[in-house]
């Protein structure tokens, strides 16, 4: 927005001001030159608060707010604080200068003059700016504390693309963070590209800025906004009804590959969206299969956007797809190639209001890497098979060869007794947990395993007592055999302990297993002996995506899960 040169003072402090940029509702940014020796004078741009809003106590909380915050975060897609200083009752701001178009502009004027804006470029800023906002919601403060910052506040108007191809993340003033308490219950953000959490005023998370990126996505797709409605009532019953992934299903055409990114990140419940922003910043990376040419592409588009800025004329590419723009408003879907996948099973639902999505968020990588993919497993499948079995072949082999004076001496068997035959001692170590242990080659001969197990023939053999449990075996498992009962193993005494039950989690890729805080060990996590009841566990990937879920444990009875991050679904066991 123009403002006249008087409205704003020449200098503050070291700063001169040059021209006026732009003016919202709290604040006006300002082009300067910071001046220093030998002529240096740097452009740096100089964001204050407005006159009528200096004394407002709340105002200066959120600038300082801003301040503190930004200065903290260093990354490429965020846009950096240079310095915080006040000149008499003005607090002023200086940031890094940024030179391009915002992407509020870039789509007005696409929208104007009928052009589309490609996959790969929409693609590209989406993954760009979803790298800058995972930088953020990971920092840590200067004495190590994480932040837990959120933005809240993504929108088209603070995203910046520059003529080096960098989108741009702009003013942090109402993010979230640890440093900035405040009343639970408040409303914060621009309505339209807000989340269903905060526009219900609860306590918000990294998700939350997954679903103003994907509004802003859809926006660039369909050059109209997401949610044109203006009465925050309204629009929080839209969002309710999940109204957000109904419009964005309706996309069609060159960029109908966007749309189970879409669905993905407009879930209304939180925990139905990406697990972290890097996982949303890598689905959007797959739509784009050159990051070089998506650069090229990415730069081309603001070339143009440049030019029709500048009213200079540009050749005309793809018209915009008005035919879906049509569809959308009338509330119908134009054909498509790519399958209605993504959205929740029990939408607009008062009984199932938040559900998982169906099938795979993302696009499937290209048929030559899941063949691949494939192969590698097939081939690390038969080596584990072939090492197995040259396992059992060794642990036979030790077995069988009668040098061990302890064997001859626990068995007690008369010298003109026949050899005993081992095979059914074999068969029982292979359906035993325990025995699986000892599969790998041992300096000695494992001989346990002989000494509790009874012989299948009719040979009587001195009692024995279990060092396992106290608990005898059913009679009807020694019935057959006038012999001692064998001592149950450890995994059926854990299972019948009286109160405990089991626990056994997985998932794609390994994460760590966290159960009710306390970190226990990386996937798989088999049969986890914990007292019945409902218990809270949370996995966790080395990259940074995360899934938490209640598990109620029955007395005696074993829970399995097995979670695929990348699909965002549970797998059937």
């Not at 040259?390 to 026949?418: N, W």
């Amino acid at each position: 927005m123009p403002v006249a040169p008087h409205e704003f003072p020449e200098r503050l402090g070291r700063y001169r001001l040059v021209r006026a940029i732009s003016k919202g509702g709290m604040a006006r940014v300002y082009e300067a030159r910071r001046e220093s020796l030998a002529g240096v004078a740097p452009k740096v741009a100089i964001k204050v608060i407005l006159p009528e809003h200096e004394g407002d106590a709340l105002f200066q909380q959120l600038f300082v707010n801003e301040a503190r915050i930004g200065s903290q975060l260093q990354h490429q897609n965020l846009v950096q604080i240079q310095d915080f200083d006040r000149e008499g009752s003005c607090f002023y701001l200086v940031m890094e200068y940024v030179e391009g178009v915002t992407l509020r502009r870039a789509i007005t004027l696409c929208r104007r003059h009928g052009i589309q804006i490609p996959l790969a470029v929409v693609a590209e800023v989406g993954r760009q700016v979803c790298e800058g906002l995972h930088y953020a919601h990971t920092a840590c403060s200067d004495d190590g504390q994480p932040l837990h910052l959120v933005h809240r506040d993504i929108k088209p108007s603070n995203l910046i693309l520059n003529p080096q191809g960098v989108v741009k993340v702009l003013d942090f003033g109402i993010s979230k963070a640890l440093i900035a308490a405040e009343k639970q219950g408040t409303v914060k953000g621009t309505w339209g590209y807000m989340s269903p959490e905060q526009a219900a005023g609860v306590e918000v998370h990294h998700p939350a800025d997954q679903y103003g990126v994907a509004s802003v996505l859809y926006e660039m797709a369909a050059l109209a906004s997401l949610f044109p409605e203006k009465d925050s009532r309204e629009l929080r019953q839209l969002m309710n009804n999940d109204e957000g992934a109904r419009r964005a299903n309706r996309l069609a055409g060159p960029l109908g590959p966007l749309v189970p990114v879409l669905l993905r990140a407009l879930q209304r419940d939180p925990a139905a969206r990406f697990a972290g922003t890097m996982a949303m910043a890598q689905s959007l990376g797959r739509l784009v299969p050159d990051p070089v040419r998506a650069r090229e592409q990415l730069l081309h588009f603001q070339q143009t956007v440049t030019q029709l800025e500048a009213g200079q004329s540009v050749p005309q590419g793809p018209r915009s797809h008005s035919t879906m723009s049509v569809a959308a408003s009338q509330g119908t879907r134009p054909p498509t190639s790519h399958p209605s996948q993504g959205l929740p099973v029990g939408v607009g639902s008062a009984q199932h209001p938040y559900q998982v999505p169906i099938g795979a968020p993302a696009p499937a990588p290209p048929a030559r890497r899941s063949a691949w993919t494939l192969g590698a497993l097939f081939m690390a499948g038969l080596c584990l098979l072939a090492l197995t079995f040259a396992g059992f072949a060794l642990l036979k082999d030790q077995l069988t060869r009668p040098t061990s004076s302890t064997v001859v001496a626990a068995v007690e068997e008369p010298r003109s007794a026949p050899v005993r035959d081992l095979a059914p001692a074999l068969a029982e170590l292979e359906a035993t947990d325990d025995a699986r242990l000892e599969v790998e080659p041992m300096p000695e001969p494992v001989v346990e395993p002989v000494v509790v197990q009874p012989d299948p023939p009719p040979v009587k053999t001195p009692k024995i007592t279990p060092q396992v449990t106290k608990t005898a075996a059913p009679v009807a498992e020694v019935a057959p055999v006038q012999a001692e009962p064998a001592a149950p193993s450890t995994a059926t005494t854990r299972k019948s302990a009286s109160g405990m039950g089991l626990l056994t989690v997985s998932s794609l890729p390994q994460s760590k297993v966290i159960v009710d805080g306390q970190f226990i060990r990386k996937t798989p996590l088999f049969e986890y002996e914990l007292p019945a009841g409902a218990h809270t566990v949370r996995l966790e990937t080395d990259d940074g995506q995360y899934t938490r879920f209640r598990v109620d444990v029955a007395a005696g009875q074993t829970v399995r899960r097995i979670w695929h991050f990348e699909q965002g679904t549970w797998v059937e066991n």
